[in-house]
Nanobody, 124 residues
Framework: QVQLVESGGGLVQAGGSLRLSCAAS????????MGWFRQAPGQEREFVAA????????YYADSVEGRFTISRDNAKNTVNLQMNSLKPEDTAVYYC?????????????????WGQGTQVTVSS
C-alpha cells in the first residue's frame, strides 16, 4: 500500500506561481510512475502531468505545457509540480496519483493510488 499526501496549494494571483508536493509512504515509491490530475467544481477530473519512475520522461496536458513542470526525488519519496504563469482556469483541486499501469498517461483509472488533494485557487 502507498499513502500519498499533497501539500503546497493555496490562493495566488494570476501570473503567479505555486509548487505542489506529494509525499509518498512505502519503499516501492521509486518504482512507480506518478501523475498529477486536477478537478474543478462541476467538471470531470483532468490529467495534468506524469513522470516515469526514473524521472527521465515527463508528459503534460496541452493546457499546462510550458507553464508546469513535474519532477521527482526518489530519495525523498516526493513528486513535485511547479506551476508558473498561473491562470484563473487552473483553479481546481489537484491530486497526486501513483503506480500507473496503463497505456495512456491521462487515464486516471490506470493509477492505483490517490491522494486526498490540495486546493489551488487563482484569482484574476
Amino acid at each position: 500500500q502507498v499513502q500519498l499526501v499533497e501539500s503546497g496549494g493555496g490562493l495566488v494571483q494570476a501570473g503567479g506561481s505555486l509548487r505542489l508536493s506529494c509525499a509518498a509512504s512505502g519503499r516501492t515509491f521509486s518504482t512507480y510512475h506518478m501523475g498529477w490530475f486536477r478537478q474543478a467544481p462541476g467538471q470531470e477530473r483532468e490529467f495534468v502531468a506524469a513522470i516515469t519512475w526514473t524521472g527521465r520522461s515527463t508528459y503534460y496536458a496541452d493546457s499546462v505545457e510550458g507553464r508546469f513542470t513535474i519532477s521527482r526525488d526518489n530519495a525523498k519519496n516526493t513528486v513535485n509540480l511547479q506551476m508558473n504563469s498561473l491562470k484563473p482556469e487552473d483553479t481546481a483541486v489537484y491530486y497526486c496519483a501513483a503506480d500507473f499501469y496503463g497505456t495512456s498517461w491521462s487515464d486516471g483509472d490506470k493509477y492505483r493510488y490517490w491522494g486526498q488533494g490540495t486546493q489551488v485557487t487563482v484569482s484574476s
